[in-house]
């Protein structure tokens, strides 16, 4: 793998575990954040923005915590 295709597996593999925990999350009010994180992640993913792709999935993550 070359590192620029890494880089979107890594992107990738990590929007599949925060897809996972979001879905796995009770409803309420951190899974409705959560998803709103989520949602601006898939729009920078979709705009291969990767910085922010990683910063609206680690704030997804952590309004599950």
């Known amino acids: 793998m070359t590192p620029e295709t890494n880089k979107s597996a890594n ?3 990590k929007m599949k ?3 996972t925990a979001w879905d796995k999350a009770p409803s309420g009010p951190k899974k409705d954040a959560a998803h709103k994180h989520y949602q601006a992640a898939e ?3 979709t705009a291969k923005n990767d910085a922010d792709t990683h910063k609206e999935l680690d704030a997804a993550t952590k309004a599950l915590a």
């Open 11 to 13: 992107v990738a593999d």
């Open 43 to 45: 729009k920078a993913h």
């Open 17 to 19: 575990t925060v897809k």
